[in-house]
């Protein structure tokens, strides 16, 4: 959530036109769907990266519910297609989203966003089984620093700025701005972020464990997808069981983590790929994955 000025966003609001690419690369025919405020992009070896661009510019991609309703069935496209291995999440060089739509939300009351648990759909993002990587340039505020931190890697342009700025509106995170933000910079950090509604930039959100790598600008996207690219070319079914294990570490015990993780690297001894990676290790050739 954010203070971001931004146009209202109707629930149920049409789509218009067609996806536009962001690149030369041509879509993959299961993608044209049409959509009004993202855009779709297939890069990587392969096609196998998703690129998924937020794109309501004349509201710093500010987070209305269509806008997020097209961004979850854009990943879900990506998740269900089998020659895709990761996503990359972005938005333009002056925000990567500056928040939640207030104008979608000022006139609500609690009973409207308590019985239809507002924002609680966002969250499918951090379900994805695959990879998603999120490329932030500009502003991430709020709703849009919230989804970042959704996403399973974070890349800041050179010039990008991280906050939760709803205390400034009277209310606090909704989307886990005080969940995982603490979980990633530490509770003396984040409470900071969170009563004052301050922002940090993207240099000290690398030193505090926010973001991974502050690339310049221009070259963040690239940077972001040659990333996924690599972690596409590996075992898609292994590599979502690494992700798996990376992330039960924030829901257990450190003995509960360390079970986890051992029964899921027995599990991969019954894949072909396991077999395949170390026969190919072994024979000194590249590793032919079958995701099998």
């Not at 695959?130 to 010039?159: F, Q, R, S, T, W």
């Not at 530490?186 to 502050?214: F, H, N, P, W, Y």
């Amino acid at each position: 959530m954010s203070f971001t000025l931004s146009h209202v966003c109707r629930l149920g609001a049409s789509r218009l036109g067609l996806v536009r690419p962001l690149g030369a690369a041509a879509l993959r025919p299961a993608s044209t769907a049409a959509y009004e405020h993202i855009l779709v992009e297939q890069r990587g070896e392969g096609e196998r990266v998703t690129v998924i661009q937020l794109n309501r510019p004349k509201s710093l991609n500010a987070l209305c519910s269509p806008l997020m309703s097209e961004l979850l069935e854009a990943v879900h496209q990506a998740e269900q297609d089998p020659a895709v291995g990761a996503i990359v999440l972005t938005g333009n060089e002056k925000a990567f989203a500056a928040g939640a739509d207030i104008k979608e939300m000022q006139d609500k009351r609690f009973a409207d966003v308590y019985r239809g648990s507002f924002l609680a759909f966002w969250g499918g993002v951090a379900q994805c089984t695959k990879p998603v990587v999120a490329a932030v340039n500009g502003y991430a505020l709020g709703g849009g620093c919230e989804l970042a931190m959704m996403c399973d890697v974070i890349y800041a342009g050179e010039k990008a700025r991280f906050g939760q700025p709803e205390i400034a509106l009277g209310t606090i995170p909704g989307a886990g701005g005080t969940q995982r933000l603490t979980r990633a910079v530490g509770k003396s950090k984040a409470m900071e972020m969170c009563l004052t509604g301050d922002m940090i930039d993207a240099q000290t959100a690398e030193r505090a464990g926010l973001v991974s790598k502050v690339l310049p600008p221009g070259e963040l996207v690239d940077a972001a997808v040659k990333t996924a690219d690599k972690m596409a070319s590996h075992s898609k079914l292994v590599v979502q069981m690494c992700k798996e294990a990376v992330n039960a570490a924030y829901e257990m015990t450190l003995q509960e983590g360390l079970h986890f993780e051992k029964r899921l690297f027995h599990t991969t001894f019954a894949t072909d790929d396991r077999k395949e990676g170390m026969t190919a290790f072994v024979e000194k050739r590249k590793a032919n994955f079958t995701d099998s």
